[in-house]
């Protein structure tokens, strides 16, 4: 599988050969929404919290005689069917959220996304991507130049330019190789991989 090289300017300067087995998997669209969903379940947090009707601060006693009043049985004001009772399944700190998936279909799911971004051409190579100084217009000035409005940047090695300079950009994440979620790899248009990076990702998943 070929990838595009780009130079400075976005535009392609040649190819960069990739490992076919990594980019040029078919596309597994069950299987890449099962690692998407599980990443975004894996990240919740159980930080919601509903009273069952143990918990409502209200009078225990029985609000009017069982008979001879016409109106419906009723035993306690807290209630799941009175407004202001408890709820029946309330929501708990103690939630789990979590979705398990083996380490070999992550890998199998990741492949398959970087698989179609090669193929929709929304996958790219450069053989470095820096700025002079942590400054976000330097940044912003040499995405624009490339042509790239939305782009999820895996570079080699941790960058402190880079990372200073994107963190006002929400059209730009800058991630070492293993940290590009699927996730980040599904919502930004275009990925633009460092040769070094390039070398990693097919070091990580061959």
Same mark, same amino acid.
């Given at each position: 599988?070929?990838?595009?090289?780009?130079?400075?300017?976005?535009?392609?300067?040649?190819?960069?050969?990739?490992?076919?087995? %990594?980019?040029?998997?078919?596309?597994?669209?069950?299987?890449?929404?099962?690692?998407?969903?599980?990443?975004?379940?894996?990240?919740?947090?159980?930080?919601?919290?509903?009273?069952?009707?143990?918990?409502?601060?209200?009078?225990?006693?029985?609000?009017?005689?069982?008979?001879?009043?016409?109106?419906?049985?009723?035993?306690?004001?807290?209630?799941?069917?009175?407004?202001?009772?408890?709820? =029946?399944?309330?929501?708990?700190?103690?939630?789990?959220?979590?979705?398990?998936?083996?380490?070999?279909?992550?890998?199998?799911?990741?492949?398959? %996304?970087?698989?179609?971004?090669?193929?929709?051409?929304?996958?790219?190579?450069?053989?470095?991507?820096?700025?002079?100084?942590?400054?976000?217009?330097? %940044?912003?000035?040499?995405?624009?130049?490339?042509?790239?409005?939305?782009?999820?940047?895996?570079?080699?090695?941790?960058?402190?330019?880079?990372?200073?300079?994107?963190?006002?950009?929400?059209? =730009?994440?800058?991630?070492?190789?293993?940290?590009?979620?699927?996730?980040?790899?599904?919502?930004?248009?275009?990925?633009?991989?460092?040769?070094?990076?390039?070398?990693?990702?097919?070091?990580?998943?061959?």
């Amino acid at each position: 599988m070929e990838l595009k090289l780009l130079n400075d300017s976005g535009q392609a300067s040649g190819s960069v050969q990739a490992n076919d087995t %990594i980019f040029n998997r078919d596309f597994n669209e069950p299987l890449i929404h099962q690692v998407v969903v599980a990443y975004q379940a894996n990240a919740r947090s159980a930080n919601r919290k509903q009273k069952g009707r143990s918990e409502i601060n209200k009078s225990t006693k029985k609000p009017w005689r069982q008979k001879g009043t016409g109106r419906a049985r009723a035993g306690r004001a807290s209630s799941p069917l009175w407004r202001g009772g408890g709820k =029946i399944f309330p929501n708990s700190p103690e939630e789990n959220f979590s979705h398990k998936v083996n380490k070999k279909m992550y890998r199998a799911g990741v492949r398959s %996304i970087l698989s179609q971004l090669a193929r929709e051409g929304r996958l790219a190579v450069v053989d470095k991507f820096e700025v002079e100084a942590p400054k976000t217009k330097l %940044i912003a000035s040499k995405l624009k130049q490339m042509g790239l409005e939305s782009v999820l940047l895996i570079t080699d090695a941790f960058d402190e330019n880079l990372h200073l300079a994107s963190r006002n950009l929400q059209s =730009i994440a800058i991630v070492e190789p293993e940290y590009a979620d699927p996730v980040s790899l599904v919502y930004f248009d275009r990925v633009l991989m460092t040769r070094g990076a390039l070398a990693k990702v097919e070091e990580m998943l061959s």
